[in-house]
């Protein structure tokens, strides 16, 4: 005999709360080692702004950093990126990094997620049905 499937309402679930988001915005780690290399990739891929590589050739690459792969070796690890100047994507590895600085606008920093929920819950709190809320432009 199968189990009957529990429908459970969404808006009556446990909601977990956020984390502090760490804000990264115009900063420029110092890299002295491989580890402090790969903690400050770490950061650039969970930040959600632009930031600027400089590669070990002396080229400096403004980018969205989207993957990273950790390996044995730095040569062995590299990071995916989108250019901020290309539509293609670009793969480097973490032995050609020199410098990273976080450059871009933070997406996720500042108190915007909790303005929409306060907005949403105060329009279900009104009665309203259907409610949609958008989120701001980024640009």
Sequence with gaps: ???????QNPDDLEVVDGFAHENLEGWVPEIANEADLKLALEKA???RGDITLTLRSGERVDAYLFNRVTGRTLADSFVQFFPANAAEKR???YAEIARIEFTGKDRAAGKHW???VRKYAEKKAAG???I???PEALD
């Design 132 to 134: 949609a809320l958008h």
């Design 128 to 130: 309203e049905t259907n």
């Design 91 to 93: 793969r480097i590895s």
């Design 45 to 47: 891929f969970d930040y």
């Design 1 to 7: 005999m199968s189990q009957p499937i529990l429908v």
């Design 114 to 116: 909790e303005a929409w």
